[in-house]
C-alpha cells in the first residue's frame, strides 16, 4: 500500500510542479516592463508658496503614457504642459503624456512637467518626495511606480535669462 501511495504522490507532484513553473511564467509575461525614471527633482519653495513643479526623464520600453500622478505632499499633482502660443508662454493642464517606445521623455521647466498644488508645507532644498507614477500601455493596461524626487533649491532649473 505505501509503495502505491508514493507512486500516487509523485504522479500528482510532478504535474502540480509544472503547473506552478507555467502559471508563475505566464504571470512574469503579463506584468508590464517598468517605465526607467531617471534625475527625478522638485523645485523647493518658500514660506507660503503652495504651488511647485516636479521634473524627471522617462523611458518606457513600449508606447504608452503617463496618465497621473499622486503625492502626499499636496493636494493634488497634475499633468502639465508649458509652451510657448503666438509669442506667450502659456501653461496647461494635460490628460497624459506620451511615451513613445524607447525615447526619453524629459519632464522640464518649459515644457512637460508635474504641478504640486495645495503644498502641505514648504519643501526645502535636500527633502525628498515621494511620487506615485500612473501609466498606462497601448492596451489600456495601467501600472504605478512610486518614485523619491529630491527637492531643489528654488533656482534649479530656471532658464538662463536672455
Not at 508662454?89 to 506620451?98: D, G
Not at 506615485?132 to 538662463?160: C, H, M, Y
Request: charged share 15%; aromatic share 4%; net charge positive.
Amino acid at each position: 500500500m505505501r509503495a502505491v501511495n508514493t507512486l500516487f504522490m509523485r504522479r500528482i507532484a510532478v504535474p502540480a510542479a509544472a503547473i506552478a513553473l507555467l502559471a508563475g511564467a505566464c504571470a512574469a509575461a503579463a506584468t508590464p516592463p517598468q517605465v526607467s525614471i531617471s534625475d527625478a527633482w522638485v523645485r523647493g519653495t518658500v514660506g507660503a508658496q503652495t504651488a511647485t513643479g516636479a521634473f524627471m526623464t522617462l523611458t518606457a520600453p513600449a508606447d504608452s503614457e503617463l496618465v497621473a500622478v499622486a503625492t502626499s505632499a499636496a493636494g493634488t499633482a497634475e499633468l502639465h504642459e508649458m509652451k510657448v502660443d503666438g509669442g506667450v508662454m502659456m501653461m496647461r493642464a494635460v490628460e497624459s503624456i506620451p511615451l513613445p517606445a524607447g525615447k526619453p521623455v524629459r519632464l522640464s521647466p518649459g515644457g512637460y512637467h508635474v504641478m504640486l498644488v495645495g503644498l502641505k508645507s514648504p519643501l526645502p532644498a535636500g527633502v525628498p518626495v515621494t511620487l506615485i507614477l500612473t501609466f498606462r500601455d497601448k492596451s489600456g493596461a495601467r501600472t504605478t511606480q512610486e518614485v523619491r524626487a529630491s527637492v531643489r533649491p528654488l533656482t534649479a532649473g530656471n532658464p538662463s535669462p536672455r
